[in-house]
């Protein structure tokens, strides 16, 4: 869930557990945050579902607005970089398209808490992370935008966009959708985004 910009092999020890530590915060504060909302919930109350006291926090936050700007950059940059990759293996616009579903696919069937946090309280990150986030965002709907674009002619930038933006809502509906087994709801999500975008 976090993106580590040193090498793991590269930092010492310490710094290693404090990543890993950082990592297990951030699992426990989409958790709280999915359940009860960003403003309902406290450092204090992050820090007790990881076996922290109050003031041991900040070590690793200084305030709940960090913790949040990390989860949900954290994550755009990873489907951005995602996307980057799927993008990188080549092939037509079909196989590019099935590559960038399944990068969001995995990603709706892991981390429903994530996709709850997002929804509801992107709005309450400062502005420059709140931008960072859009940016990020913007370059990985970019992708699947060219994609599409490549396997449907016919369509011109701001249909493709509507299409493009449609898909992500299907998909980001997962948390909402009845309890089912993962690789049912793979399945589900992928055939139903697939003919959604293909329509």
Known sequence: MTEDHADSRTLTPRAQAKARRRGEILVAAARLMARRGFHAVRL???????GISGPGMYRYFPA???????????????LRDGGAAAMAGGGGPAELL????AVHVDFVATEPDLISVQFRDLGALPVAPRHEVRRLQREY???????????????GPVDAR?????????LNSSPRLPAMAEADLRRLLTAMAAAALRA
Do not use: C, N, T, Y
């Not at 204090?44 to 990881?50: H, Q, S, T, W």
């Not at 099935?98 to 579903?101: E, N, P, Q």
């Not at 509507?162 to 299907?170: E, K, N």
């Open 64 to 78: 709940k607005e960090d913790v949040l700007a990390e989860m949900l950059q954290g994550i755009s940059r990873r």
């Open 141 to 155: 709907a970019e992708m699947w935008v060219e994609v599409l674009m490549r396997l449907r002619p016919e369509l």
């Open 98 to 101: 099935d590559a960038l579903l």
């Open 44 to 50: 204090d109350d992050i820090g007790a579902e990881v």
């Open 162 to 170: 509507a299409h493009v933006h449609a898909g992500f809502g299907l």
